[in-house]
């Protein structure tokens, strides 16, 4: 927002982030849609009241559409009391449908997420690359009949009341031979059980960080603490995980800054998929003790590596050292199984654990149970059939990008289950929204991203039904053909979205 004559001017930049890009869902003519989604942004405080909004020619310039579907949105919007407008002043905000919905800035941050409105709002796209959509461990335990005695274990295993928030010991037990079998020598009172690795990511920067901290991050990142991230109101330093200089940079941040917290995925980095190596967890190491600032190792994503990584970074430090590990069964089992867990010194663990106890009073003991029941299984045939089925969609979906998007650019990932792919041109976001509208969703770089970088990127999760695949690169072939035609033909051409 740019403030013009003492009136606050939305740019067209505004207006499309707070729409978000899957405001062409659903049914219905393209205008419908249009004057929805901004209503919703003027609802929600995205667009707020008073501020003036970009001409209709310039926001369908800017959303691919014809001035014609802005021109009708726009007026649909203004007969609705949403909009004003007088003949040479424009076209502003009157204001919102209903009342306040709590932190404005940071709820309209979190609501421009395509991630979470494709969770939360239940409206995905016909064929979503933002998520994969892993089967092959449910099938395998679905066939095994690897839960037939959690009832059993409920009865035998959980205490009276059920409220244990570090966690039921039976299962730390259980994680405890799970990272030693990994080199990280474990005790229980340096394991607490979480709600997925999501809430591990919210107690430990409720922990270290207050608004205004700053904390060391990796760019680009997981949706998921970008979010988290922005939720607690730190200040970002940005590292580039891929970057060989990434300890020298540490150095100098940690030097010039004393940062609360420094967070780092060092094996299956999502997006990139790249593993950092040996000699640079080492350093990375030796940089957290020295300084004695918490360093979060973030190894959700680990076990999906296709190759044998590094030793984690905690196993270049003593065991009392201020280095923190995150780790989750929801990415190698199932992501509604919600278990995760934090590996920290004693104290730290503690005083999570006081955390935990006034978020949840612990996390679910059926759901422990589940987990201590697939534990077993897991080394022995669950990460087996899980590895395979990466490895199976990578090889496809190269094969597939190779034949309908051959100038499209990436690094082969090293694990995980994404594609983080260069665009010969243009931006990602803009592609991103083109996508949408041939009925695939992709992440943009510049949501993946602290700063806003990355803008030529886009991320596809990869590990999806192999027909469902298929058909999303298609698409999405014929999507950056059109795309790449109205570039060429000068932007906001109408062919780019056509009236539904």
């Given at each position: ?11 067209a930049?505004?207006?499309?982030a ?10 219905g003519?393209?205008?419908e849609k ?6 919703e ?6 667009l707020?009241s008073?501020?003036?909004l ?9 959303l ?5 579907t ?13 909009l ?5 002043s ?17 709820l309209g ?7 979470l ?14 998520l ?16 037939d ?8 295993d ?5 409220y ?6 039976s299962?730390?037990?259980a994680?405890i031979?799970l990272?030693e ?7 229980e009172?340096?394991?607490l ?11 430990l ?5 207050r ?8 760019n ?5 603490l970008?979010?988290?991230v ?10 580039g ?14 030097s010039?800054?004393?940062p609360q917290?420094v967070?780092l995925t060092t094996t299956c980095?999502?997006p ?20 004695g600032?918490?360093?979060?190792e ?5 076990d999906l590596?296709?190759?044998?990584p590094?030793?984690p970074?905690a196993t ?7 280095i923190?590990?995150v780790g ?25 654990a ?7 009073m612990?996390t ?11 534990l ?8 087996d ?9 990578l090889?496809?979906?190269e094969?597939l990008?190779?034949t309908?998007?051959p ?20 931006d ?5 929204r ?6 695939v969703?992709?992440s943009?770089g510049t ?24 058909e999303?690169?298609?698409r ?9 035609a ?15």
């Amino acid at each position: 927002m740019v403030e013009q004559n003492g009136h606050l001017q939305a740019t067209a930049a505004d207006v499309v982030a707070s729409i978000g890009e899957r405001w062409v869902d659903g049914r219905g003519p393209l205008y419908e849609k249009l004057a929805r989604a901004l209503q919703e942004a003027v609802d929600h405080g995205h667009l707020p009241s008073g501020a003036y909004l970009p001409s209709e020619r310039v926001l369908a310039r800017s959303l691919f559409v014809s001035r014609s579907t802005v021109v009708s949105a726009y007026g649909l919007l203004r007969r609705n009391g949403a909009l004003g407008s007088r003949r040479g002043s424009g076209t502003w905000v009157c204001g919102r449908s209903a009342g306040r919905f709590g932190d404005e800035e940071t709820l309209g941050i979190l609501a421009r997420d395509p991630y979470l409105s494709g969770v939360i709002d239940e409206s995905p796209a016909p064929i979503d690359f933002t998520l994969p959509a892993p089967r092959a461990a449910l099938d395998e335990i679905r066939g095994a009949g690897l839960l037939d005695r959690v009832g059993t274990g409920l009865l035998a295993d959980a205490a009276p009341l059920g409220y244990e928030p570090r966690g039921l010991r039976s299962l730390r037990r259980a994680l405890i031979r799970l990272l030693e079998s990994r080199g990280l020598p474990t005790s229980e009172d340096e394991i607490l059980i979480t709600n997925g690795g999501q809430q591990a990511i919210s107690l430990l920067l409720g922990l270290f960080v207050r608004p205004g901290d700053e904390i060391v991050v990796e760019n680009p990142s997981y949706r998921g603490l970008i979010d988290a991230v922005l939720f607690s109101r730190a200040r970002v330093l940005p590292v580039g995980i891929e970057d060989t200089a990434l300890p020298a940079r540490l150095r100098a941040l940690a030097s010039e800054h004393a940062p609360q917290l420094v967070y780092l995925t060092t094996t299956c980095h999502n997006p990139t998929g790249s593993n950092v190596d040996a000699e640079v967890r080492r350093e990375v190491a030796r940089i957290a003790v020295e300084f004695g600032v918490p360093l979060v190792e973030d190894m959700v994503l680990a076990d999906l590596s296709l190759e044998l990584p590094p030793p984690p970074v905690a196993t270049f430090a003593r065991r009392s050292a201020p280095i923190i590990v995150v780790g989750s069964l929801s990415k190698v089992i199932w992501g509604g199984l919600r278990i995760g867990w934090i590996r920290a010194p004693a104290p730290i663990a503690s005083r999570l654990a006081r955390l935990k106890a006034v978020a949840d009073m612990g996390t679910s003991a059926v759901s422990q149970l589940v987990a201590l029941e697939l534990l077993p299984a897991l080394e022995d045939r669950i990460l087996d059939v899980q590895r395979r089925e990466v490895k199976r969609s990578l090889e496809l979906a190269e094969e597939l990008f190779g034949t309908h998007t051959p100038n499209w650019r990436w690094t082969r990932p090293k694990g995980g289950r994404s594609l983080w792919i260069r665009l010969p041109h243009g931006d990602g976001q803009d592609f991103a929204r083109l996508a949408l509208s041939h009925g695939v969703a992709l992440s943009a770089g510049t949501t993946l991203s602290f700063d806003g970088s990355f803008e030529p990127y886009v991320r596809v999760q990869f590990v999806q039904p192999p027909g469902l695949l298929r058909e999303g690169v298609r698409r999405l072939g014929m999507a950056w053909e059109a795309y790449s035609a109205g570039m060429a033909g000068g932007a906001g051409s109408d062919a780019v979205l056509r009236e539904s």
